[in-house]
T-cell receptor, first 112, second 117 residues
Framework: GENVEQHPSTLSVQEGDSAVIKCTYS??????FPWYKQELGKGPQLIID?????GEKKDQRIAVTLNKTAKHFSLHITETQPEDSAVYFC???????????FGAGTTVTVRA | DTGVSQDPRHKITKRGQNVTFRCDPI?????LYWYRQTLGQGPEFLTY????????KSRLLSDRFSAERPKGSFSTLEIQRTEQGDSAMYLC???????????????FGEGSRLTVL
């Protein structure tokens, strides 16, 4: 089955700086890569996703890149704000198999 | 509120007791998933339904676990003879499958936290 590894496990950044989280996956058939944000006591919420037919996607301060050859993808958050503090999960799924395999998560703390 | 709702939000039980969790998905969503999340880990897939049909079960789902979605709407997850290792957050998610496509967004509920003493 799919194995998704995520680094780092914790990340502390100064407000206004950028945060980068990296994930690798094992199944070359994976073609959908969402990122979820989970705040304390809540369920994960999708913040951005990328499909295998594109290499980069951006939504305001958030961007995701995908390198299919190397089987890794990354989340970039620019101009971080205190409300960006949360746990972020990367995930992957394969064509016709919609269940997601999640990474272990990155706890992001934005220092004011 | 039209999101995914789960009940109860918290459950404390003694080892050996049975517990049942309920999930009400977003109304038009035809797929429903159950995940388990332990502290410091990402959600782990347990099972999913397409309408009322249970299409896949993880090896994590031992024979003490059973899930149903009798009318293709709400779902229940029952754990029999609970063990301390069952302590976790049980997350439900739903999605709208619109045919062959690459990926679909899962909408998660806020979870049911189980503590087995």
């Amino acid at each position: 089955g799919e194995n998704v590894e995520q680094h780092p496990s914790t990340l502390s950044v100064q407000e206004g700086d950028s945060a980068v989280i990296k994930c690798t996956y094992s199944d070359s058939a994976s073609n959908y890569f969402p990122w979820y944000k989970q705040e304390l006591g809540k369920g994960p919420q999708l913040i951005i996703d990328i499909r295998s037919n594109v290499g980069e996607k951006k939504d305001q301060r958030i961007a995701v890149t995908l390198n299919k050859t190397a089987k890794h993808f990354s989340l970039h958050i620019t101009e971080t704000q205190p409300e960006d503090s949360a746990v972020y999960f990367c995930a992957a799924s394969t064509k016709n198999d919609y269940k997601l395999s999640f990474g272990a998560g990155t706890t992001v703390t934005v220092r004011a | 509120d039209t999101g995914v709702s789960q009940d109860p939000r918290h459950k404390i039980t003694k080892r050996g007791q049975n517990v049942t969790f309920r999930c009400d998905p977003i109304s038009e969503h035809n797929r429903l998933y159950w995940y388990r999340q332990t502290l410091g880990q990402g959600p782990e897939f347990l099972t999913y339904f397409q309408n009322e049909a249970q299409l896949e079960k993880s090896r994590l789902l031992s024979d003490r676990f059973s899930a149903e979605r009798p009318k293709g709407s709400f779902s229940t997850l029952e754990i029999q003879r609970t063990e301390q290792g069952d302590s976790a957050m049980y997350l439900c998610a739903s999605s709208l499958n619109q045919g062959p496509q690459i990926g679909e967004e899962l909408f998660f509920g806020e979870g049911s936290r189980l503590t087995v003493l």
